[in-house]
């Protein structure tokens, strides 16, 4: 079949380079928002008296009338086509005539591209950020909840001091936080119109860049032509928001799976989100938490395979740019896959406090508050951390924790001790005591609660 370029050449290529050249396998999917750039340039073009008013109604109407068609079944993709952009005018023109054939004028396919997966990319921002509002919002709800159950926290792995589910938990929330002002201040850079670049050096037509930057909900355009057509900084600097969201989703993901490990067991994961095994009936497995940890990788590649892509190549458009959009689609189909998942996860997962809490007193992680008691009562802190130290070894020798020690006990290793030493090393002391902004306190964790629904508000 003769392309719509042809004229230079006979346009009848090779099946074989035909299937290697096309990429409306996967660029179908920016089809509203290329029917919508067209019904702008349209109005632009009609508004500028480049071609007559009824002939820009006459195509609006036309575009319109395609992507009803498409939204309802009625019309299909042609997959011998060699893009999205290709199919369109191609069914305008023939639904049009002559008409339908003014429509690329003072364009090419080289900005056309550009300005759809600005605008496919926008769109798709926007839900990722929905999505992780949701995230953050069931974080929230659980730490609220648990804002004074008492759990270990870790250093090294290792239990290190005490502090509750809920200031863990909005750790991850502070993450998300930050992941959305990445992605906010991304999407301010990938909402500039490269639409009148045309295919580097701009055009002879009297164009209204900026009406038709305007009409399609852009904050500028973009002011060089052949930065225009070869910029691709948003796709990478998106994949980039992506994966850094995506290492803090596969954290959580990794803490899910030990919580709710046998040897764990601080968390039951809702059965909808967990599988069997095929000869292990006692298994219940957290394969999706599994799968947000391994499909990061994925998201890595993709933004490794954009960045090795674009790095060799000289202004302005190459054809080596059409690799984009596979790498960018699947690094955004996949977030929102894992982000969609992983919001019931956290809502229905069941916290265990008696577990967690059993966990902070075997770990002796009220030790340093057992030192801060003597030292308080005049002993020197390096005298107070040794005699702290030999308290936790007896209790390990005989299968204690440091408070089912008794009062007799800890007088054999200093006369300092009394009767109140119990409530400074009580777990529930040792996590009100820490009241420094930021800190585990259930006051300063309720103030971060606080903070991040009005920032999510």
């Not at 998201?299 to 790095?311: I, N, P």
């Not at 916290?351 to 902070?360: D, F, G, H, S, T």
């Amino acid at each position: 079949m003769s392309k719509m370029w042809a004229g230079r050449t006979s346009g009848i290529t090779d099946s074989i380079a035909d299937d290697f050249n096309s990429s409306i396998h996967f660029d179908c999917k920016m089809y509203r928002q290329d029917i919508t750039g067209s019904m702008a340039h349209a109005l632009m073009l009609g508004t500028k008296g480049i071609i007559s008013k009824a002939d820009a109604d006459t195509l609006i109407d036309g575009l319109s009338g395609i992507l009803s068609d498409l939204e309802s079944g009625a019309l299909e993709f042609d997959m011998s086509c060699e893009d999205i952009h290709m199919f369109v005018e191609a069914v305008l023109t023939e639904r049009l005539g002559d008409v339908g054939k003014k429509l690329h004028t003072a364009r090419s396919r080289n900005d056309q591209v550009a300005l759809d997966l600005r605008m496919y990319l926008r769109d798709e921002s926007d839900e990722i950020a929905a999505l992780i509002r949701n995230v953050i919002g069931a974080l929230v709800g659980q730490a609220e909840k648990y804002k004074a159950a008492i759990m270990p926290g870790y250093t090294h792995l290792q239990r290190a001091q005490p502090v509750t589910f809920g200031h863990h938990l909005m750790a991850y929330a502070m993450m998300l936080l930050r992941d959305l002002e990445r992605l906010s201040d991304c999407r301010k850079r990938m909402n500039i119109s490269p639409i009148g670049s045309c295919a580097l050096a701009g055009t002879t037509y009297d164009t209204d860049r900026r009406l038709e930057a305007r009409e399609l909900g852009f904050d500028g355009i973009a002011l060089n032509s052949l930065d225009g057509v070869s910029d691709r900084d948003f796709c990478v600097e998106l994949a980039s928001v992506l994966s850094i969201l995506m290492m803090h989703l596969s954290r959580m993901s990794e803490e899910l799976i030990l919580w709710a490990s046998w040897e764990f067991k601080f968390i039951e994961l809702d059965d909808a989100y967990t599988t069997g095994s095929s000869i292990m009936p006692q298994k219940k497995n957290p394969d999706m938490a599994e799968l947000i940890r391994g499909k990061t990788g994925r998201v890595y590649g993709d933004l490794t395979a954009l960045l090795t892509v674009l790095k060799g190549l000289p202004l302005a458009y190459n054809k080596d740019m059409q690799e984009d959009k596979e790498s960018i689609f699947d690094a955004v189909e996949t977030v929102k896959m894992c982000l969609e998942v992983l919001c019931p996860i956290l809502q229905t997962m069941r916290p265990l406090p008696e577990n967690m809490k059993r966990a902070a007193q075997k770990g002796f992680i009220n030790a340093t508050d057992l030192a801060d008691y003597l030292v308080k009562h005049g002993l020197p802190f390096r005298s107070a951390y040794k005699i702290s130290g030999q308290l936790v070894a007896k209790c390990i020798a005989e299968g204690k924790v440091l408070e089912e020690l008794t009062l007799s006990e800890y007088k054999q290793f200093s006369e300092l001790f009394e009767n109140d030493l119990y409530d400074e090393i009580s777990l529930e002391t040792c996590v009100e005591k820490r009241i420094s902004e930021g800190g585990t306190s259930i006051k300063s964790v309720e103030a971060q609660i606080e903070y991040v629904k009005s920032k999510l508000s």
